[in-house]
């Protein structure tokens, strides 16, 4: 059982820079593959990130690399999410994830889930 909690979202101009955080409690975390998710209404959920247990191997979707990364800090049961050079399609609930085993692009592959974090990018 783990408890997922997103924070950091807000609304910023296009060019600008967020940092997301997702505090989570339970067993087991620092074994556990992290992902962040981003959902526009009507769309599904689209993968966006993961990183491995040891904070070494990460996989970015094609339309954030080389603007976003993921980092984490075992010692505080947190994952983050680096968002620079933000762009108005980049709008959309963000939700942190974790899974029992291997990364993966697919969400339904997560176990845990958050509450979501809200970020909107204007033009």
């Known amino acids: 059982q783990v408890q997922l909690v997103e924070s950091g979202g807000g609304l910023v101009q296009a060019g600008g820079s967020l940092r997301l955080s997702c505090a989570a409690s339970g067993r087991s975390f620092g074994t556990y593959t992290l992902g962040w998710f981003r959902e526009v209404a009507g769309k599904a959920r689209e993968f966006v990130a993961f990183?491995?247990?040891?904070?070494?191997?990460?996989y970015n979707a094609e339309s954030v690399k080389g603007r976003f990364t993921i980092s984490r800090d075992n010692a505080k049961s947190t994952v983050y999410l680096q968002m620079n050079s933000l762009k108005p399609e980049d709008t959309a609930v963000y939700y942190c994830?974790?899974?029992?085993?291997?990364?993966?692009?697919?969400?339904?592959?997560?176990?845990?889930w958050g509450q979501g974090t809200q970020v909107t990018v204007s033009s």
């Open positions: 994830a974790a899974d029992r085993y291997g990364g993966s692009r697919d969400p339904i592959a997560y176990d845990y």
């Open positions: 990183i491995d247990w040891s904070g070494v191997a990460t």
